[in-house]
């Protein structure tokens, strides 16, 4: 038996369905389904689509994590099976928000998808956002002021692109940076331009098929006082501007 064969078979078992049941929903036969919950032949790609499709679990869920362990009542189902979100719950059952500290920055990666990986993570509740689906992300580097390095900003998530508002700014996770907090936007049906708010960092493009989640600004917690000398970019171009425009008029009066 594999870890794909003993979901499968206990999906079903939880569903209360049987294999002729099941194996007619995926149009093959009711001995090939007995073989793939037995683990003695591997189902194809399309096989494996609807199986995602019939259950509503992800593909990576199904051939990656126990189901057995995860509560799958406390899963948030979004639409083409794209990926399923665990989901923590306070005493009142008020979603709680999953804290991705800094030293797991990294980790989140390849542990996004994982409902172990996101459980394990800290929670904090916020009662004054409204209702959705949020998460707090580290603040990394000096891209976007006024956030300063071990800030967090915590994203409501978006689950489609219609959803993205081009200027706002948004959390995403990508296949080559991991976790970067950019200002957004919708560059063609195929890329997004991602902006840094410092315009010391150039705007780049990334494609939409290397985007695996994004999150929507929604609030940021600051971890270090504010000091009267951290200048924001706009304000040293302010100083700058008002410097040449000085130098201008000198000039003028010279000549």
């Not at 296949?175 to 840094?196: A, D, F, H, P, Q």
């Not at 304000?235 to 008002?242: A, G, N, P």
Request: with cysteine; hydrophobic share 35%; charged share 25%.
């Amino acid at each position: 038996m594999s870890l794909f064969s003993d979901n499968i078979r206990h999906l079903r078992m939880k569903k209360e369905v049987s294999q002729a049941i099941v194996a007619e929903s995926l149009a093959i036969t009711r001995d090939r389904l007995a073989k793939y919950e037995e683990g003695k032949s591997q189902p194809p790609f399309e096989i494996l689509i609807k199986l995602s499709h019939y259950y509503h679990i992800s593909i990576d869920l199904l051939l990656t994590a126990d189901i057995r362990k995860v509560d799958i009542d406390g899963l948030m189902q979004l639409e083409d099976n794209r990926i399923l979100l665990p989901i923590a719950v306070d005493r009142e059952g008020e979603n709680t928000i999953e804290v991705i500290p800094h030293k797991a920055r990294a980790g989140y990666l390849s542990g996004y998808s994982d409902p172990e990986f996101i459980e394990s993570l800290q929670h904090i509740s916020l009662p004054f956002l409204p209702q959705g689906k949020y998460r707090a992300f580290p603040v990394a580097g000096d891209s976007m002021p006024p956030h300063r390095e071990g800030s967090f900003i915590i994203g409501k998530y978006i689950e489609s692109l219609g959803e993205v508002r081009d200027g706002r700014t948004y959390i995403l996770l990508t296949r080559n940076e991991g976790i970067v907090y950019k200002r957004l936007n919708r560059n063609g049906k195929n890329s997004l331009t991602l902006i840094s708010d410092n315009t010391f960092y150039e705007p780049y493009d990334v494609k939409l098929s290397d985007v695996l989640e994004i999150w929507e600004y929604s609030c940021s917690i600051a971890t270090k006082e504010y000091e009267p000398d951290n200048l924001e970019p706009q304000s040293i171009r302010e100083m700058f501007s008002s410097l040449q425009n000085e130098i201008k008029a000198l000039k003028n009066i010279q000549s």
